[in-house]
């Protein structure tokens, strides 16, 4: 599985973004994002079931992120409302590959298989 993030940018804080991770390969199984800021280690943002039923947040993304994805075209989302600047870092999808169940999700950098190459947000005050 090979991954691509894209969607980055530089918004201010309030505003919106959409991340978009594409795969090739066969599936995209279990699918997270992480981020990491400058000086700090990569910390869980999001994760998703392999069926899209079951999805999970971290505390501080709750209720303002949204993950989804298209299986049939192979992308995974990240919708980011109500950005705040601590928001801010390098972006990554990574995919926890054939290990995991339909149903299981993946949380941790060590569950994740599959990195994608990151993709920058910056979220100015």
């Known amino acids: 599985v090979q991954l691509q993030a894209s969607g980055g940018g530089l918004v201010q804080a309030g505003d919106s973004l959409r991340l978009s991770c594409a795969a090739s390969g066969r599936s995209l199984y279990a699918m997270a994002w992480f981020r990491q800021a400058p000086g700090k280690e990569r910390e869980f943002v999001a994760a998703i079931s392999w069926t899209g039923v079951s999805a999970i947040y971290a505390h501080s993304v709750k209720d303002r992120f949204t993950i989804s994805r298209d299986n049939a075209k192979k992308w995974v989302y990240l919708q980011m409302n109500r950005l705040k600047p601590e928001d801010t870092a390098v972006y990554y999808c990574?995919?926890?590959?054939?290990?995991?169940?339909?149903?299981?999700?993946?949380?941790?950098?060590?569950?994740?298989?599959?990195w994608g190459q990151g993709t920058l947000v910056t979220v100015s005050s």
């Open positions: 990574g995919s926890g590959g054939q290990r995991f169940g339909t149903s299981d999700v993946v949380s941790t950098t060590h569950q994740v298989e599959y």
